[in-house]
C-alpha cells in the first residue's frame, strides 16, 4: 500500500511527531484518527488538528480503536511492545513512522541525506553538520530527535542536504528511508525500560548501518569496532586503532587536539570546549563534510562560529572561584562517565539521579570514584545509586530530597576552584517535564546563590 493512499490512518501518540503526522494527512488530505494513551480526549480536542481527525481516542488501548484502519502511524515516544500492536501488524495493517512518510515525499527528489544515532552526542554532532553546512551556503536543514519533526519541512524541500537526528525508537519503525550517509557514533545502555534486551536496542540503531551508502562509526567503540566493509568510513581517538582509522583525533595536550587523516591535519587548539567527548564529534562532524566532497581549509574558522546547545556540559556562573556546569542532557551512564571525566580528579561534586531505566549502574563505579570528591543524590532511583557505590571509600554520599537541597549542600561543601556538576545519569521524568526543565531549575538555582 502507497502510504498516502490509506483509506484511514490511525496516529499513535499525540505529542510533536503525532501532530505533524496529523498536519501532514491534513495537506494530503488522509483520513486520520487519533490515539494517545497519556492524554484525555478532552486535553486532545484542546489542538485545532483534532478538528478534522474521524475519531478521538485516550486511555486504555484496545482492538476496537483499529476499526477500519488500514494504517496505523506510530509517534517515537510509544512502545510498541503491546500485544495488541502485535495482532494488529499480523492481520496486514501497515505500521510506519513519520521517516516512512518523508521517504515516500523524497523518492523522486534529489537530497541528500545524513542521518547520526547513537546513546550520546548525536544532538551536538548533527548541530554542527548543519553549522558547516551553513558556511559552505548551501540549503540545509535539521530535523528528527532534535527537536523540529521531519514532516515539517516537507513544503521546502527543494533543500539540497537534510541532517536527521535519528533515536532508536525512530529507526526501529522507519524502514524505507535510506540516507546518502549513516553517522552512528556510540552504542551504550540506554532506554532499558523499552526494549527487553540491551541486543534489541543494538539491533534498532544498526538498522542506519543497513539503510546508509556511506557509514560513519566509532572504531573505538566495543559494540560498533566490527561494523564495517567497503563503504565504512573509521573514526577513533585510541592509538591502537591509528592504523586503521580514516579519521584519528590526536590529543596534543589538556583540551589540544588534532585531527589527522590521509590528506589533512586539523588543529582544534583555539576551540573552547569541554570535555575530549566533544571533539571526538567534531571529528566526526568534520568527516560527513569531507565525505560530501567538500574542502576542509575554511573549517576552522566556520568551527569558531559553532555553540554547543544547552544542558551539555554548558557553564552556568563562577561564585567564590566555584564553576557550576549544567550537564541535565546527560540521561543515561556513558553521558554522565564523559562529563564527569571532561575534570580534574577530585574536584568534581555531582549532582545525580532520577530515572534510571534499568540500565546497569557499574560503568560509572570507577569514574566515580577517580574524579568525585561528592555525590548529592536526588530523584526515585537514589537508593540504587547509594547501594551500587556503597562501598567507595573516597567519595562522600549525600541523599537529598530535591535539586535545591542538593545544590545548596554541594556548594556549602565546596571549595575554591572545584565543580559543581549537574550530570544526572538518569531520565527525568520521574520529576520533570523533560531533560530541559530539569536543567533550566538548576540554572535558575544557581543564578539565585549569593556571595
Known amino acids: 500500500m502507497d502510504l498516502v493512499d490509506s483509506k484511514h490512518i490511525l496516529i499513535v501518540g499525540f505529542g510533536l511527531t503525532g501532530k505533524s503526522i496529523a498536519n501532514y494527512c491534513i495537506k494530503k488530505k488522509i483520513p486520520f484518527s487519533i490515539y494517545d494513551q497519556k492524554q484525555s480526549t478532552e486535553v486532545i480536542k484542546q489542538s485545532s488538528l483534532s478538528a478534522l481527525a474521524k475519531n478521538i481516542y485516550g486511555g486504555l488501548l484496545t482492538e476496537d480503536i483499529f476499526e477500519d484502519v488500514d494504517g496505523v ?39 541528500k541525506l545524513i542521518g547520526i544515532t547513537g546513546s550520546n552526542g548525536k544532538t551536538t554532532v548533527a548541530s554542527l553538520i548543519k553549522c558547516l553546512l551553513d558556511q559552505y551556503q548551501v540549503n540545509a536543514k535539521l530535523v528528527g530527535n532534535i527537536g523540529k519533526p521531519i514532516l515539517d519541512i516537507v513544503d521546502e524541500l527543494n533543500n539540497d542536504f537534510v541532517v536527521i537526528e535519528a533515536s532508536s525508537f525512530q529507526l526501529e519503525l522507519g524502514t524505507t528511508l535510506h540516507f546518502d550517509i549513516g553517522v552512528i557514533l556510540n552504542i551504550t545502555e540506554d532506554h532499558m525500560d523499552r526494549y527487553d534486551s540491551f541486543k534489541d536496542y543494538i539491533e534498532a540503531k544498526f538498522n542506519l548501518f543497513k539503510r546508509s551508502k556511506i557509514k560513519i562509526i566509532n572504531y573505538d567503540d566495543p559494540v560498533t569496532h566490527d561494523w564495517f ?10 592509538e591502537k586503532n591509528l592504523k586503521k582509522a580514516d579519521y584519528y583525533l590526536a590529543k596534543e595536550g589538556k583540551g589540544s587536539f588534532t585531527i589527522k587523516n590521509q590528506k589533512n591535519e586539523i588543529n582544534l587548539s583555539h576551540l573552547k570546549f569541554v570535555g575530549d567527548h566533544n571533539f571526538f564529534n567534531i571529528m566526526a562532524a568534520i568527516s560527513v563534510i ?37 550537564d541535565s542532557k546527560a540521561t543515561n551512564v556513558a553521558s554522565s562517565v564523559a562529563a564527569i571525566s571532561s575534570f580534574e580528579e577530585k574536584k568534581v561534586l555531582v549532582i545525580m539521579g532520577g530515572d534510571s531505566k534499568k540500565q546497569s549502574l557499574r560503568p560509572l563505579y570507577k569514574c566515580v570514584d577517580k574524579f568525585v570528591k561528592e555525590l548529592f543524590l536526588i530523584g526515585k532511583d537514589a537508593n540504587l545509586f547509594i547501594d551500587e ?12 530530597q530535591s535539586m535545591q537541597e542538593a545544590l545548596n549542600l554541594a556548594f556549602n561543601k565546596s571549595e575554591m576552584n572545584e565543580i559543581i556538576l549537574l550530570s544526572p545519569a538518569c531520565s527525568s521524568l520521574d520529576a520533570y517535564k523533560n531533560y530541559m526543565e530539569r536543567g533550566d531549575e538548576f540554572k535558575a538555582l544557581v543564578m539565585d546563590l549569593k556571595e
Open 290 to 326: 569531507d565525505q560530501l566532497g567538500f574542502s576542509l581549509n575554511n573549517v576552522n574558522s566556520y568551527l569558531s562560529n559553532f555553540k554547543l546547545e544547552s544542558h551539555r556540559l554548558e557553564w552556568v556562573r563562577e561564585l567564590k572561584g566555584i564553576n557550576f556546569y549544567n
Open 229 to 238: 566493509d567497503l563503504n565504512t568510513i573509521r573514526l577513533s581517538a585510541s
Open 73 to 111: 502511524a506510530m509517534s517515537p515516544g510509544v512502545d510498541p511492545r503491546n500485544s495488541i500492536f502485535k495482532k494488529i501488524k499480523q492481520s496486514g495493517v501497515l505500521f510506519f513512522n513519520d521517516l516512512d512518510l518523508f521517504a515516500n515525499e523524497i523518492k523522486n527528489k534529489s537530497i
Open 389 to 400: 557505590f556503597k562501598t567507595l571509600k573516597n567519595v562522600n554520599i549525600n541523599l537529598c
